[in-house]
């Protein structure tokens, strides 16, 4: 992969490749890397699907997050370094976000299957230090990518949903609104696709080979109307063309995603589960049963099994707080925050969604203030 930008022009490709590398030695200054090391590009650029934000009368800039990985032979980074790397270099890139995370090579070798894994062994490129640090990545196919990292692409976009909601409730910049909505909304329906696609073993890392096979899924799932909302968001994420939009308005982007993300994370959640959800207050429960992590999930079925007989009708929710923590605690909380949102949080809230999402938090009920409080906890670091 020559190429970092879509259909980029060579100078703007060969620009940004300058950038990036220059990115890349500083992070490795400051943190200290040896020759063992290395600073790995992924993510959009990393595919060479990377997406410009054009103006009139301005430089081309990333549209896209920058992401950056630091493979290295040290345990750990300093989280403080990390933070500040992470705020120049968004800056000296012109980036909205650069996330740069740290991974320690031992780690890598025969890790379990992941998209992550995936896409940084198929789709990234070394920017500095050793060029073969990532052969130590596992060769995954997509056939063996478990279904939960479906679940983890509705998680994580649903949080970035959930941080908009926050955002319309404060923003005063429209133009930023404007662009947080419309990346929210993309991401929310290519995670639809994309878990559509884990399904029917026909993931790609690759988003233009992504949208010819969401035509062939969605042809045999019935779900054509998805394909075409698909092929559209992603044209919009690797061009950042606002024309593809269904909407300008942040609220009705928002509650399109919304929407959709509630009906196709239940869909797959019942697939991924065996598992009805007809009310979003019973799935901390089925969390609890089928999570994220198979270790855990063994752990869990055997303590729920041990106290269910001890529960009253309906109590099994209550239960769900205590073997519940990180990324599974976010995700039986995330739809009783998100889709408790109706319009704005201000003016219409699901009620009993928000109660049952404080008594699981917080032991007790609670109405708008706590919705806001757990919402911003949760929500913390994801971004639109």
Known sequence: MDE????????????????????????????????????????????????????PGCQPRPFNDVDLLVVGSRPAAPESVLAELRRSLAAALGADFVDLGYVRQSSLAGAEPTVFLYELKAASRVLWGAERVLDAVPAFAPSELPLTEGTRFFLNRGLSLLSLSLLMEAATDEAALRKSAAAAWSKVVLAAGDSLLLERKLYHWSYATRMERMDEAGAVSGAEGLAATYREAALFKLTADFERLPSQDPLELFKEARSLHEKRFRLFEEGRTFT???????????????????????????????????????????????????????????????YAVLGRPSRSLEARYVEAACRLELGRGGGLDEWRRLAARLSAGAHA
């Open 276 to 338: 009805s959800i007809p009310d979003w207050r019973d799935y901390p429960a089925v969390v609890v049963r089928t999570g994220l992590i198979p270790a855990r999930r063994r752990l869990k079925e055997s303590l729920l099994t041990v106290a269910r007989n001890a529960l009253r009708r309906g109590e099994t929710a209550r239960f769900a707080r205590l073997p519940l923590v990180g990324e599974e605690r976010r995700l039986a909380l995330l739809p009783l925050l998100l």
């Open 4 to 55: 970092l930008v879509y259909r980029g022009s060579p100078g703007e490709q060969a620009r940004i490749l300058v950038a990036l590398r220059n990115a890349a030695r500083t992070a490795a200054e400051r943190l200290g890397l040896t020759g063992r090391d290395a600073v790995v590009l992924t993510g959009g650029f990393g595919r060479g699907e990377g997406a410009l934000w054009r103006q």
